[in-house]
């Protein structure tokens, strides 16, 4: 009697360890197609943002768990920034956005445009109460420009 209930206690435990496997790899699916329209102005970089979220008194009550989870980028990210979003990505991405600022627009506009862009959301992150949120995106694709 005792190796039984042993034997259905290792095929429920089996069979829980499997329903965890298939449930985190479902949880983990972070490619999260998303479109937004953007006013794109040169990007500032990972290290100029966790310098102004860490000096500057608006940011005052940031999440600090945010802010380590930014310097963990290192040099090779940039972000834009939008009214509701601190928007990461990698610098070949970037380039497809800022690449756009001196191509093609009259004097007057080449410091900004906004595009209707789509990209894969990779991790959303809140800075805090009142803050504008940080999302770490890939795959940017712009699907318009209004100069």
């Given at each position: 009697m005792k190796e039984k209930f042993i034997f259905m206690f290792l095929i429920a435990m089996v069979?829980?360890?499997?329903?965890?496997?298939?449930?985190?790899?479902?949880?983990?699916?972070?490619?999260n197609k998303t479109t937004l329209s953007i006013k794109v102005q040169y990007p500032i970089t990972?290290?100029?943002?966790?310098?102004?979220?860490?000096?500057?008194?608006?940011?005052?009550?940031?999440?600090?768990?945010?802010?380590?989870?930014l310097k963990g980028f290192g040099s090779g990210y940039n972000v834009f920034i939008t009214d509701d979003y601190y928007i990461v990505m990698n610098s070949s991405d970037s380039n497809k956005l800022s690449g756009h600022l001196n191509t093609g627009l009259s004097n007057s506009t080449k410091s900004s445009?906004?595009?209707?862009?789509?990209?894969?959301?990779?991790?959303?992150?809140?800075?805090?109460?009142?803050?504008?949120?940080?999302?770490?995106?890939?795959?940017?694709?712009?699907?318009?420009?209004?100069?």
């Open positions: 069979a829980l360890i499997g329903l965890s496997v298939i449930y985190a790899a479902d949880a983990n699916e972070l490619t990972i290290g100029e943002l966790v310098n102004t979220i860490s000096t500057k008194p608006a940011f005052r009550n940031y999440d600090y768990t945010t802010l380590n989870w445009y906004t595009a209707d862009v789509s990209f894969d959301v990779l991790e959303n992150k809140s800075l805090g109460n009142g803050l504008s949120n940080v999302i770490h995106v890939e795959n940017i694709e712009i699907l318009s420009k209004n100069v």
